[in-house]
Protein backbone atom coordinates (compact mmCIF):
# COMPACT_ATOMS: atom_id res chain seq x y z
CA UNK A 1 0.00 0.00 0.00
CA UNK A 2 1.02 3.69 -0.65
CA UNK A 3 1.28 6.16 2.35
CA UNK A 4 -1.43 9.15 2.02
CA UNK A 5 2.01 11.01 2.38
CA UNK A 6 2.99 10.14 -1.07
CA UNK A 7 0.05 11.11 -3.06
CA UNK A 8 1.79 14.36 -4.89
CA UNK A 9 5.10 12.11 -6.01
CA UNK A 10 2.44 9.43 -6.76
CA UNK A 11 0.71 11.54 -9.43
CA UNK A 12 3.97 13.21 -10.39
CA UNK A 13 5.37 9.92 -11.47
CA UNK A 14 2.05 8.62 -12.95
CA UNK A 15 1.73 12.15 -15.30
CA UNK A 16 5.47 11.78 -16.57
CA UNK A 17 5.13 8.08 -16.93
CA UNK A 18 2.34 8.82 -18.98
CA UNK A 19 3.42 11.47 -21.05
CA UNK A 20 6.82 9.91 -22.27
CA UNK A 21 5.35 6.59 -23.27
CA UNK A 22 2.55 7.85 -25.17
CA UNK A 23 5.34 10.05 -26.63
CA UNK A 24 7.49 7.26 -27.23
CA UNK A 25 5.02 4.53 -28.58
CA UNK A 26 1.46 6.52 -29.43
CA UNK A 27 -0.80 3.47 -28.98
CA UNK A 28 0.40 2.32 -26.18
CA UNK A 29 -1.82 2.26 -22.76
CA UNK A 30 -0.86 3.05 -19.30
CA UNK A 31 -3.21 0.72 -16.45
CA UNK A 32 -3.01 0.94 -13.22
CA UNK A 33 -4.16 -1.38 -10.19
CA UNK A 34 -6.78 1.19 -7.76
CA UNK A 35 -7.86 0.21 -4.51
CA UNK A 36 -11.58 -0.74 -3.71
CA UNK A 37 -11.69 2.18 -1.52
CA UNK A 38 -9.38 5.28 -1.72
CA UNK A 39 -8.61 5.51 1.78
CA UNK A 40 -7.56 8.69 2.37
CA UNK A 41 -7.11 9.71 -1.28
CA UNK A 42 -4.07 8.31 -1.81
CA UNK A 43 -4.73 8.24 -5.62
CA UNK A 44 -5.78 12.01 -7.06
CA UNK A 45 -8.16 10.28 -9.19
CA UNK A 46 -9.77 13.42 -10.61
CA UNK A 47 -6.15 14.37 -12.36
CA UNK A 48 -5.29 11.20 -12.89
CA UNK A 49 -8.41 10.28 -15.02
CA UNK A 50 -6.40 12.57 -18.05
CA UNK A 51 -3.23 10.26 -17.85
CA UNK A 52 -4.24 6.52 -17.14
CA UNK A 53 -6.09 4.71 -20.18
CA UNK A 54 -7.19 1.90 -18.13
CA UNK A 55 -7.90 1.53 -14.23
CA UNK A 56 -8.62 -1.56 -13.32
CA UNK A 57 -10.51 -1.62 -9.93
CA UNK A 58 -9.28 -4.28 -7.18
CA UNK A 59 -13.11 -4.53 -6.25
CA UNK A 60 -12.53 -6.97 -3.27
CA UNK A 61 -10.93 -7.54 -0.22
CA UNK A 62 -13.95 -5.34 1.26
CA UNK A 63 -13.61 -7.96 4.35
CA UNK A 64 -10.01 -9.26 4.79
CA UNK A 65 -8.26 -11.08 7.18
CA UNK A 66 -8.44 -9.10 10.58
CA UNK A 67 -12.44 -7.75 9.91
CA UNK A 68 -14.88 -8.09 12.82
CA UNK A 69 -17.59 -9.18 11.09
CA UNK A 70 -17.24 -11.98 8.49
CA UNK A 71 -18.07 -11.23 5.16
CA UNK A 72 -18.35 -11.16 1.55
CA UNK A 73 -14.92 -10.53 -0.25
CA UNK A 74 -17.27 -8.27 -2.48
CA UNK A 75 -20.44 -7.73 -1.76
CA UNK A 76 -22.59 -6.46 -4.02
CA UNK A 77 -24.07 -4.26 -1.71
CA UNK A 78 -23.50 -3.55 1.66
CA UNK A 79 -24.19 -6.17 4.03
CA UNK A 80 -24.91 -3.97 7.37
CA UNK A 81 -25.54 0.10 7.79
CA UNK A 82 -22.39 0.42 9.74
CA UNK A 83 -19.71 -0.50 7.11
CA UNK A 84 -21.01 0.93 4.07
CA UNK A 85 -18.76 -0.45 1.08
CA UNK A 86 -19.04 -2.72 -1.86
CA UNK A 87 -18.88 -3.29 -5.49
CA UNK A 88 -21.38 -0.71 -6.52
CA UNK A 89 -20.34 2.20 -4.64
CA UNK A 90 -16.76 1.38 -5.48
CA UNK A 91 -18.00 2.01 -9.42
CA UNK A 92 -20.01 5.43 -8.28
CA UNK A 93 -16.89 6.89 -6.38
CA UNK A 94 -14.64 5.87 -9.55
CA UNK A 95 -17.63 7.56 -11.96
CA UNK A 96 -17.49 10.82 -9.41
CA UNK A 97 -14.62 11.04 -10.00
CA UNK A 98 -14.98 11.86 -13.64
CA UNK A 99 -13.46 8.72 -14.93
CA UNK A 100 -15.16 7.96 -17.84
CA UNK A 101 -17.18 4.27 -18.16
CA UNK A 102 -14.53 3.39 -20.60
CA UNK A 103 -11.33 4.01 -18.91
CA UNK A 104 -13.27 0.93 -16.09
CA UNK A 105 -12.29 -2.14 -15.57
CA UNK A 106 -13.69 -4.52 -12.10
CA UNK A 107 -11.85 -6.76 -10.75
CA UNK A 108 -13.47 -9.82 -9.12
CA UNK A 109 -12.40 -12.61 -6.85
CA UNK A 110 -12.19 -15.99 -7.48
CA UNK A 111 -11.73 -16.85 -3.82
CA UNK A 112 -13.35 -16.43 -0.94
CA UNK A 113 -12.09 -16.03 3.37
CA UNK A 114 -13.10 -18.54 6.13
CA UNK A 115 -14.06 -17.16 9.80
CA UNK A 116 -14.53 -18.84 13.06
CA UNK A 117 -17.67 -16.86 14.27
CA UNK A 118 -20.02 -15.95 17.29
CA UNK A 119 -22.73 -17.43 15.29
CA UNK A 120 -24.32 -19.32 12.33
CA UNK A 121 -26.01 -17.04 10.57
CA UNK A 122 -24.60 -13.53 8.90
CA UNK A 123 -23.61 -10.95 10.13
CA UNK A 124 -21.61 -12.17 12.55
CA UNK A 125 -18.89 -11.49 14.82
CA UNK A 126 -15.82 -13.08 13.81
CA UNK A 127 -13.34 -14.71 16.62
CA UNK A 128 -10.18 -15.37 15.04
CA UNK A 129 -8.04 -14.16 11.61
CA UNK A 130 -9.54 -15.63 8.27
CA UNK A 131 -7.95 -18.17 5.41
CA UNK A 132 -8.57 -17.80 1.97
CA UNK A 133 -10.20 -20.54 0.40
CA UNK A 134 -10.12 -20.73 -3.73
CA UNK A 135 -13.17 -21.31 -5.87
CA UNK A 136 -11.47 -24.71 -6.30
CA UNK A 137 -11.29 -25.50 -2.73
CA UNK A 138 -14.47 -24.92 -1.86
CA UNK A 139 -15.94 -27.24 -4.45
CA UNK A 140 -13.90 -29.55 -4.24
CA UNK A 141 -15.62 -30.19 -0.52
CA UNK A 142 -12.99 -32.23 0.94
CA UNK A 143 -13.87 -31.42 4.23
CA UNK A 144 -17.54 -31.76 3.41
CA UNK A 145 -18.28 -28.53 4.76
CA UNK A 146 -19.44 -26.86 1.72
CA UNK A 147 -22.05 -28.69 1.03
CA UNK A 148 -25.49 -27.43 -0.24
CA UNK A 149 -26.99 -27.94 2.98
CA UNK A 150 -24.99 -25.85 4.80
CA UNK A 151 -25.27 -22.65 1.62
CA UNK A 152 -26.62 -19.63 2.87
CA UNK A 153 -27.28 -16.51 1.30
CA UNK A 154 -27.16 -13.41 2.32
CA UNK A 155 -30.23 -11.15 0.83
CA UNK A 156 -28.64 -7.73 1.51
CA UNK A 157 -25.01 -8.33 -0.14
CA UNK A 158 -25.97 -10.76 -2.81
CA UNK A 159 -23.41 -13.16 -0.89
CA UNK A 160 -23.55 -16.79 -0.65
CA UNK A 161 -21.25 -18.37 2.21
CA UNK A 162 -21.19 -21.44 4.27
CA UNK A 163 -21.77 -21.74 7.85
CA UNK A 164 -20.67 -24.88 9.77
CA UNK A 165 -19.74 -26.36 12.79
CA UNK A 166 -16.28 -27.32 13.75
CA UNK A 167 -14.99 -27.11 17.01
CA UNK A 168 -17.80 -23.83 17.00
CA UNK A 169 -19.34 -21.66 14.41
CA UNK A 170 -17.84 -20.88 10.68
CA UNK A 171 -18.52 -19.04 7.91
CA UNK A 172 -17.21 -19.18 4.33
CA UNK A 173 -17.75 -16.53 1.84
CA UNK A 174 -17.33 -17.85 -1.14
CA UNK A 175 -18.63 -16.29 -4.94
CA UNK A 176 -20.52 -18.74 -6.74
CA UNK A 177 -21.87 -18.24 -10.72
CA UNK A 178 -24.78 -16.79 -9.66
CA UNK A 179 -23.38 -13.52 -7.57
CA UNK A 180 -20.95 -13.18 -9.57
CA UNK A 181 -23.06 -13.13 -12.72
CA UNK A 182 -24.92 -10.81 -10.84
CA UNK A 183 -21.98 -8.17 -10.53
CA UNK A 184 -21.11 -8.90 -14.32
CA UNK A 185 -24.89 -7.82 -14.89
CA UNK A 186 -24.30 -4.26 -13.03
CA UNK A 187 -20.70 -3.87 -15.12
CA UNK A 188 -22.78 -4.79 -18.65
CA UNK A 189 -25.72 -2.42 -17.13
CA UNK A 190 -23.78 0.69 -16.35
CA UNK A 191 -21.49 0.61 -19.14
CA UNK A 192 -18.02 -0.53 -17.35
CA UNK A 193 -15.41 -1.55 -19.92
CA UNK A 194 -14.73 -4.89 -18.21
CA UNK A 195 -13.69 -7.04 -15.77
CA UNK A 196 -10.63 -8.45 -13.87
CA UNK A 197 -9.99 -11.39 -12.34
CA UNK A 198 -7.85 -12.59 -9.13
CA UNK A 199 -7.18 -14.93 -9.97
CA UNK A 200 -7.12 -17.26 -12.82
CA UNK A 201 -6.04 -20.54 -11.87
CA UNK A 202 -8.06 -20.31 -8.41
CA UNK A 203 -11.07 -21.96 -10.47
CA UNK A 204 -8.67 -25.20 -11.93
CA UNK A 205 -10.94 -28.23 -12.39
CA UNK A 206 -14.30 -26.12 -13.05
CA UNK A 207 -15.59 -24.64 -16.29
CA UNK A 208 -18.70 -22.59 -14.25
CA UNK A 209 -16.88 -19.02 -14.31
CA UNK A 210 -15.58 -19.49 -17.58
CA UNK A 211 -19.58 -20.10 -19.07
CA UNK A 212 -20.18 -17.25 -17.21
CA UNK A 213 -18.16 -15.23 -19.03
CA UNK A 214 -19.04 -16.35 -22.29
CA UNK A 215 -22.70 -16.13 -21.61
CA UNK A 216 -22.46 -12.38 -20.21
CA UNK A 217 -19.48 -10.86 -22.14
CA UNK A 218 -19.36 -12.86 -25.54
CA UNK A 219 -20.88 -13.06 -28.90
CA UNK A 220 -22.65 -15.71 -27.41
CA UNK A 221 -24.32 -13.27 -24.36
CA UNK A 222 -27.36 -14.60 -22.86
CA UNK A 223 -29.44 -11.40 -21.68
CA UNK A 224 -31.73 -12.00 -18.38
CA UNK A 225 -34.90 -12.14 -19.48
CA UNK A 226 -36.20 -10.40 -16.19
CA UNK A 227 -35.08 -9.38 -13.05
CA UNK A 228 -35.16 -7.40 -9.92
CA UNK A 229 -32.91 -4.09 -10.21
CA UNK A 230 -31.86 -1.34 -7.45
CA UNK A 231 -29.85 1.74 -7.05
CA UNK A 232 -26.79 1.24 -5.90
CA UNK A 233 -27.73 0.62 -2.17
CA UNK A 234 -29.10 -2.19 -3.07
CA UNK A 235 -32.33 -3.78 -1.30
CA UNK A 236 -31.76 -3.26 2.44
CA UNK A 237 -30.09 0.56 2.40
CA UNK A 238 -30.03 4.16 0.73
CA UNK A 239 -28.00 5.25 -2.63
CA UNK A 240 -25.43 7.44 -2.34
CA UNK A 241 -24.29 11.17 -2.97
CA UNK A 242 -23.01 12.91 -5.59
CA UNK A 243 -23.71 9.61 -7.91
CA UNK A 244 -24.68 10.58 -12.11
CA UNK A 245 -24.69 7.35 -13.77
CA UNK A 246 -26.57 5.55 -16.83
CA UNK A 247 -28.31 2.28 -16.14
CA UNK A 248 -29.23 0.14 -19.15
CA UNK A 249 -31.80 -2.81 -19.27
CA UNK A 250 -31.77 -5.14 -22.44
CA UNK A 251 -33.27 -7.89 -22.96
CA UNK A 252 -33.39 -10.66 -26.32
CA UNK A 253 -34.04 -8.74 -29.61
CA UNK A 254 -37.90 -9.16 -30.58
CA UNK A 255 -39.57 -8.62 -26.98
CA UNK A 256 -40.09 -6.04 -25.09
CA UNK A 257 -39.77 -4.96 -21.38
CA UNK A 258 -42.24 -3.88 -18.88
CA UNK A 259 -40.64 -1.96 -15.81
CA UNK A 260 -42.55 -2.13 -12.73
CA UNK A 261 -41.31 0.13 -9.92
CA UNK A 262 -41.95 -1.06 -6.10
CA UNK A 263 -40.05 0.93 -4.37
CA UNK A 264 -39.24 4.75 -4.84
CA UNK A 265 -37.80 7.44 -2.62
CA UNK A 266 -35.39 10.28 -3.87
CA UNK A 267 -34.92 13.45 -2.16
CA UNK A 268 -37.51 15.37 -3.60
CA UNK A 269 -36.37 17.91 -5.93
CA UNK A 270 -32.72 17.41 -5.72
CA UNK A 271 -32.20 13.77 -6.77
CA UNK A 272 -34.11 12.45 -10.09
CA UNK A 273 -34.73 9.32 -12.25
CA UNK A 274 -35.13 9.34 -15.73
CA UNK A 275 -36.00 6.63 -18.40
CA UNK A 276 -35.77 6.40 -21.91
CA UNK A 277 -37.22 4.21 -24.41
CA UNK A 278 -34.24 2.74 -26.16
CA UNK A 279 -30.53 2.05 -25.39
CA UNK A 280 -29.14 5.81 -24.75
CA UNK A 281 -30.41 9.40 -23.71
CA UNK A 282 -30.81 10.19 -27.02
CA UNK A 283 -33.89 8.10 -27.05
CA UNK A 284 -37.72 9.43 -26.26
CA UNK A 285 -37.74 10.13 -22.87
CA UNK A 286 -40.87 8.39 -21.12
CA UNK A 287 -40.38 9.31 -17.41
CA UNK A 288 -38.94 12.02 -14.79
CA UNK A 289 -38.95 11.06 -10.89
CA UNK A 290 -38.00 12.26 -8.16
CA UNK A 291 -39.83 12.51 -4.50
CA UNK A 292 -41.67 9.57 -3.44
CA UNK A 293 -44.51 8.70 -5.91
CA UNK A 294 -43.98 5.49 -7.33
CA UNK A 295 -43.25 5.64 -11.63
CA UNK A 296 -45.67 2.29 -11.74
CA UNK A 297 -45.60 0.49 -15.01
CA UNK A 298 -43.00 1.66 -17.93
CA UNK A 299 -43.21 -0.17 -21.17
CA UNK A 300 -40.60 -0.21 -23.94
CA UNK A 301 -41.49 0.19 -27.69
CA UNK A 302 -38.22 -1.92 -28.12
CA UNK A 303 -35.80 -4.34 -26.47
CA UNK A 304 -33.71 -1.56 -24.31
CA UNK A 305 -34.60 0.92 -21.56
CA UNK A 306 -32.10 3.46 -20.24
CA UNK A 307 -32.31 4.91 -17.07
CA UNK A 308 -29.99 8.05 -15.62
CA UNK A 309 -29.79 8.64 -11.87
CA UNK A 310 -28.79 11.69 -10.22
CA UNK A 311 -27.87 12.79 -6.89
CA UNK A 312 -26.39 15.95 -5.54
CA UNK A 313 -23.77 16.07 -2.42
CA UNK A 314 -26.63 15.86 0.31
CA UNK A 315 -29.60 14.48 1.56
CA UNK A 316 -30.24 10.39 0.30
CA UNK A 317 -32.92 8.27 0.31
CA UNK A 318 -34.31 4.71 -0.04
CA UNK A 319 -33.94 4.77 -3.73
CA UNK A 320 -35.55 2.72 -6.30
CA UNK A 321 -36.53 -1.00 -6.76
CA UNK A 322 -37.68 -2.19 -10.08
CA UNK A 323 -38.89 -5.62 -12.08
CA UNK A 324 -38.78 -6.13 -15.42
CA UNK A 325 -40.21 -8.90 -17.65
CA UNK A 326 -39.76 -9.98 -21.00
CA UNK A 327 -42.99 -9.64 -23.56
CA UNK A 328 -42.23 -11.64 -26.76
CA UNK A 329 -43.53 -10.03 -29.83
CA UNK A 330 -47.33 -12.08 -30.12
CA UNK A 331 -50.36 -11.32 -32.54
CA UNK A 332 -53.24 -8.95 -30.91
CA UNK A 333 -55.37 -12.22 -31.13
CA UNK A 334 -53.46 -13.59 -28.54
CA UNK A 335 -52.66 -11.21 -25.99
CA UNK A 336 -53.55 -11.73 -22.54
CA UNK A 337 -53.36 -9.43 -19.11
CA UNK A 338 -50.75 -10.62 -17.19
CA UNK A 339 -52.30 -11.87 -13.60
CA UNK A 340 -50.43 -11.34 -10.60
CA UNK A 341 -48.41 -14.05 -9.85
CA UNK A 342 -46.74 -15.00 -6.13
CA UNK A 343 -43.79 -17.41 -5.60
CA UNK A 344 -42.98 -18.34 -2.05
CA UNK A 345 -41.07 -18.83 0.13
CA UNK A 346 -38.74 -16.69 -1.93
CA UNK A 347 -35.78 -17.25 -1.27
CA UNK A 348 -36.21 -21.33 -1.17
CA UNK A 349 -34.95 -24.14 -0.78
CA UNK A 350 -36.81 -26.99 -0.24
CA UNK A 351 -40.40 -26.11 -1.24
CA UNK A 352 -41.46 -23.85 -3.70
CA UNK A 353 -45.23 -22.67 -4.30
CA UNK A 354 -47.04 -20.85 -6.95
CA UNK A 355 -50.20 -18.53 -5.97
CA UNK A 356 -52.35 -16.70 -8.49
CA UNK A 357 -56.07 -15.96 -9.11
CA UNK A 358 -57.92 -16.68 -12.43
CA UNK A 359 -61.63 -14.89 -13.61
CA UNK A 360 -62.58 -18.56 -15.44
CA UNK A 361 -61.56 -22.10 -15.19
CA UNK A 362 -58.12 -22.32 -17.51
CA UNK A 363 -55.57 -25.44 -18.37
CA UNK A 364 -52.43 -23.73 -16.88
CA UNK A 365 -49.28 -24.44 -17.73
CA UNK A 366 -46.08 -24.32 -14.92
CA UNK A 367 -42.50 -23.37 -16.86
CA UNK A 368 -39.36 -23.10 -14.88
CA UNK A 369 -36.47 -21.45 -16.57
CA UNK A 370 -33.03 -20.41 -15.71
CA UNK A 371 -32.60 -16.47 -15.33
CA UNK A 372 -31.01 -16.59 -18.94
CA UNK A 373 -34.27 -18.13 -20.80
CA UNK A 374 -33.18 -21.90 -20.92
CA UNK A 375 -36.30 -24.02 -20.16
CA UNK A 376 -35.54 -26.51 -17.51
CA UNK A 377 -38.60 -28.08 -16.51
CA UNK A 378 -42.45 -27.67 -17.81
CA UNK A 379 -45.21 -29.37 -16.83
CA UNK A 380 -48.66 -30.82 -18.72
CA UNK A 381 -51.55 -28.22 -18.58
CA UNK A 382 -53.65 -28.96 -15.77
CA UNK A 383 -57.24 -27.68 -15.45
CA UNK A 384 -58.11 -24.62 -12.47
CA UNK A 385 -60.81 -23.47 -11.52
CA UNK A 386 -61.73 -19.84 -11.07
CA UNK A 387 -60.46 -17.97 -7.68
CA UNK A 388 -57.54 -18.70 -5.82
CA UNK A 389 -54.92 -21.64 -7.11
CA UNK A 390 -51.40 -22.98 -5.47
CA UNK A 391 -49.46 -24.92 -7.79
CA UNK A 392 -46.25 -26.41 -5.61
CA UNK A 393 -43.42 -26.97 -7.60
CA UNK A 394 -42.63 -30.96 -7.66
CA UNK A 395 -39.74 -31.62 -5.45
CA UNK A 396 -37.65 -33.51 -7.71
CA UNK A 397 -37.65 -30.55 -9.94
CA UNK A 398 -36.29 -28.77 -7.00
CA UNK A 399 -33.57 -31.03 -6.26
CA UNK A 400 -32.57 -30.89 -9.35
CA UNK A 401 -32.21 -26.55 -9.43
CA UNK A 402 -28.94 -25.75 -8.74
CA UNK A 403 -28.48 -23.21 -6.19
CA UNK A 404 -29.28 -19.34 -7.95
CA UNK A 405 -31.78 -17.43 -9.70
CA UNK A 406 -34.55 -19.00 -12.32
CA UNK A 407 -38.22 -17.38 -13.40
CA UNK A 408 -40.66 -19.06 -13.16
CA UNK A 409 -43.73 -18.30 -15.64
CA UNK A 410 -47.26 -19.67 -16.05
CA UNK A 411 -49.09 -20.25 -19.29
CA UNK A 412 -53.57 -20.48 -19.83
CA UNK A 413 -54.25 -22.03 -22.64
CA UNK A 414 -51.14 -21.50 -23.77
CA UNK A 415 -50.71 -18.39 -23.66
CA UNK A 416 -48.29 -16.30 -21.09
CA UNK A 417 -50.28 -14.96 -18.04
CA UNK A 418 -47.32 -14.77 -15.04
CA UNK A 419 -44.23 -13.98 -14.53
CA UNK A 420 -41.83 -14.52 -11.28
CA UNK A 421 -37.75 -14.52 -10.39
CA UNK A 422 -37.02 -17.13 -7.69
CA UNK A 423 -33.78 -17.03 -6.44
CA UNK A 424 -32.76 -21.01 -5.17
CA UNK A 425 -30.65 -21.46 -1.68
Known sequence: AISSSLSNELTGFLINLSEQLHAALPEAELSIAAPAVNWSGTYDIS????????FMIMAYDYYWNGSSQAGAVSPLYSMVSSYDYNFSRTISYYQSQGIPKNKLLLGVPYYG????????????NTTGSSSARTFTYV???TSGHYSNENRKW?????????SFENGGWNQCFMEDAFSLGKKYDIVNRRGVSGIGIWALGYDDGYLDLWDLIANKFSTEMQLPISDTVYDSGGPAFNYYDNEFYTYQISVPENNTIELSFTDFYLEPGYDSLWVYDGPGTNSQKIGAFSGNTLPGTLNSSGNSLMLVFYSDGATTGSGWEAVYDVFTAI????TEKLISLKASPNPFSRELNISFSLNQVRNIE??????????????APKKHLKGNNLIPVNEEVINKLKPGG???SLKADGILIGK???IKQ
Do not use: C, H
Open 113 to 124: REWPTEGAMAPS
Open 139 to 141: NNN
Open 154 to 162: EANSFSPYY
Open 406 to 408: YLV
Open 47 to 54: TLKDYVDL
Open 331 to 334: TTNQ
Open 420 to 422: SSV
Open 366 to 379: LDVYSINGKLIYKS
